[in-house]
């Protein structure tokens, strides 16, 4: 597995790792803003893929001030969930944090469901506003100090 830069040849691949995760963690309503957000990601925005050219997950960062970079759209194809791609992903993303920005902390809005992914990280909970994204579906926002 590659884990390479976005290329806008990549939004049908994307779109499809966003659809494998629909119900459980994404609504199908978020589909058109992410859509708009893969027609110009904001920041970094990486793929993985597969020896078979398949995409299976993907996810990017930004900065979002002077000494915060932000985590975005972090995924993995449901056919390929617990398979440690996520973590893989997710390190990477944090290891070009680390070598590109200079910031002190990273934070992500994610939901319940994958809050204690990023927990085993050393993510700490800041703040969950209930039924955010929809009805059952918890926003979760959560920051990681580099220096720690």
Same mark, same amino acid.
């Given at each position: 597995?590659?884990?390479?830069?976005?290329?806008?040849?990549?939004?049908?691949?994307?779109?499809?790792?966003?659809?494998?995760?629909?119900?459980?963690?994404?609504?199908?309503?978020?589909?058109?803003?992410?859509?708009?957000?893969?027609?110009?990601?904001?920041?970094?925005?990486?793929?993985?893929?597969?020896?078979?050219?398949?995409?299976? *997950?993907?996810? @990017?960062?930004?900065?979002?001030?002077? !000494?915060?970079?932000?985590?975005?759209? $972090?995924?993995?194809?449901? %056919?390929?969930?617990?398979?440690?791609?996520?973590?893989?992903?997710?390190?990477?993303?944090?290891?070009?944090?680390?070598?590109?920005?200079?910031?002190?902390?990273?934070?992500?809005?994610?939901?319940?469901?994958?809050?204690?992914?990023? *927990?085993?990280? @050393?993510?700490?909970?800041?703040?969950? !506003?209930?039924?955010?994204?929809?009805? $059952?579906?918890?926003?979760? %926002?959560?920051?990681?100090?580099?220096?720690?």
């Amino acid at each position: 597995m590659e884990i390479r830069d976005f290329r806008s040849s990549d939004v049908p691949g994307c779109l499809a790792v966003f659809d494998s995760n629909v119900p459980r963690y994404f609504r199908p309503h978020e589909r058109e803003t992410y859509e708009r957000f893969l027609a110009e990601p904001p920041g970094k925005y990486f793929v993985m893929e597969a020896e078979s050219g398949e995409i299976v *997950a993907c996810g @990017g960062y930004g900065q979002n001030s002077d !000494t915060t970079a932000v985590l975005t759209y $972090g995924m993995v194809h449901a %056919r390929h969930h617990r398979q440690s791609l996520g973590s893989r992903l997710l390190r990477t993303r944090l290891e070009r944090i680390r070598e590109e920005l200079n910031v002190q902390r990273v934070i992500v809005n994610t939901s319940q469901f994958t809050e204690g992914f990023f *927990a085993r990280f @050393g993510f700490q909970t800041e703040a969950v !506003t209930h039924d955010y994204y929809a009805p $059952g579906l918890h926003c979760v %926002r959560m920051s990681f100090g580099l220096a720690e």
